[in-house]
């Protein structure tokens, strides 16, 4: 029964998809967890110790809204090297999904649209709903590739904003340059807000990374240290864009996150100067080793980058599938909670090598029931 004082805006928010993915698994004795969705190592100890030293050195209080001098400047000079563009500015956020909610609340007036492609980030829904906005969900199956005539025909007076993620999650794909070229330029003439969410940049393992900022000078563009340095807990992401919008995003987020975690702002300084590499590296080792494992059974598609594979299910619905294999103590996400199919599921190859073997072992054997 729904609570006379709870919003209606509320009752559009289902948490209900992973909630119940945990609490079949709350009983698993010997887990086999690829469900996570971040990196499996630690924070590396550079920015751990610059960290403390923040803390020890008094850098408790608020921060600037914007973000620290410090960290701004250094992302900003690599910003303005690559894209060469006057107006772009930088503004540090409390996390890539702070800074999501903010750009959402400054560009959706209720009943406005956003474009988003399926499979999504989860996020993106629900922070649409919030701004009081309308998704448009685009089917990018079976190979995730995005249809540009889809686009433009998906295309009304109320579209805002095309929400786009490269790396992407939950697919892992990486998209072409010639369909990144295609949407910023498809946006730019449609003076739509193209916001591109960055966080898996560093992870491309195929083919290399492009941003649509580079077609188009009005891209948003969200980033953070969360996934390629392994700080998710740490709340530190950045933003850049046109300057008339980073105004508005820094004037609400002073009005409601106030600023990104001081101290980590400090220790992001140092993260960015920190070589991720040879992380990245192992990520592409263990992709090829998982695909190696569970190829004979399963067709893989997407996966260039980022930490997961959305795999199609061999039988059944997806989430009849994760059904058994969380009888069988593998932990996977099923593919509706990241869309409107139940078809797929989500695989993080985030894991100890053991980890993705045992789970490879059990991905054979329900396959072949």
């Known amino acids: 029964m729904n609570h006379p004082w709870i919003a209606?805006?509320?009752?559009?928010?289902?948490?209900?998809?992973?909630?119940?993915?945990?609490?079949?698994?709350?009983?698993?004795?010997?887990?086999?967890?690829?469900?996570?969705?971040?990196?499996?190592?630690?924070?590396p100890d550079v920015i751990k110790e610059a960290a403390k030293h923040a803390i020890d050195t008094g850098k408790n209080a608020y921060?600037?809204?914007?973000?620290?001098?410090?960290?701004?400047?250094?992302?900003?000079?690599?910003?303005?090297?690559?894209?060469?563009?006057?107006?772009?500015?930088?503004?540090?956020?409390?996390?890539?999904?702070?800074?999501?909610?903010?750009?959402?609340?400054?560009?959706?007036?209720?009943?406005?649209?956003?474009?988003?492609?399926?499979?999504?980030?989860?996020?993106?829904?629900?922070?649409?709903?919030?701004?009081?906005?309308?998704?448009?969900?685009?089917?990018?199956?079976?190979?995730?590739?995005?249809?540009?005539?889809?686009?433009?025909?998906?295309?009304?007076?109320?579209?805002?904003?095309?929400?786009?993620?490269?790396?992407a999650n939950p697919t892992g794909r990486v998209a072409t340059e010639e369909e990144i070229r295609g949407l910023a330029e498809l946006a730019k003439e449609k003076n739509i807000c193209l916001i591109s969410d960055e966080i898996y940049r560093a992870f491309c393992y195929d083919r290399p990374f492009v941003s649509p900022a580079k077609f188009n000078d009005q891209t948003l563009v969200i980033d953070g240290f969360s996934k390629s340095h392994s700080m998710t807990g740490w709340r530190v992401g950045w933003c850049h864009g046109p300057d008339f919008l980073i105004q508005q995003m820094a004037k609400l987020q002073q009005f409601t996150f106030v600023c990104a975690p001081h101290p980590f702002q400090w220790a992001g300084a140092e993260a960015w100067d920190v070589d991720v590499s040879a992380h990245v590296a192992d990520y592409k080792r263990k992709r090829d080793l998982f695909a190696a494992e569970i190829g004979k059974d399963y067709e893989i598609i997407g996966a260039d980058g980022a930490f997961y594979m959305f795999i199609k299910a061999p039988w059944g619905t997806a989430t009849e599938f994760v059904t058994k294999a969380i009888e069988n103590e593998l932990l996977i996400i099923p593919g509706n909670v990241f869309s409107a199919q139940d078809t797929h599921f989500r695989v993080s190859y985030a894991a100890k090598d053991e980890t993705l073997l045992r789970g490879a072992e059990v991905l054979r054997k329900i396959a072949r029931r």
Not at 78 to 107: N, W
């Open 8 to 43: 209606d805006r509320m009752h559009q928010i289902d948490a209900s998809g992973i909630r119940k993915v945990f609490d079949l698994a709350a009983n698993m004795k010997n887990p086999i967890n690829l469900s996570i969705g971040q990196p499996h190592f630690d924070t």
């Open 63 to 167: 921060s600037q809204t914007q973000g620290i001098r410090p960290l701004i400047d250094k992302i900003q000079s690599s910003v303005t090297a690559e894209y060469q563009h006057p107006d772009r500015k930088v503004f540090i956020t409390s996390g890539t999904s702070g800074a999501l909610m903010l750009a959402l609340e400054c560009l959706i007036n209720p009943g406005d649209e956003v474009i988003a492609f399926d499979p999504w980030f989860v996020m993106y829904k629900h922070l649409t709903t919030l701004a009081g906005g309308t998704i448009k969900p685009l089917s990018t199956y079976p190979d995730f590739k995005i249809d540009l005539d889809q686009v433009r025909d998906a295309i009304t007076p109320r579209t805002k904003v095309i929400l786009f993620n490269s790396p």
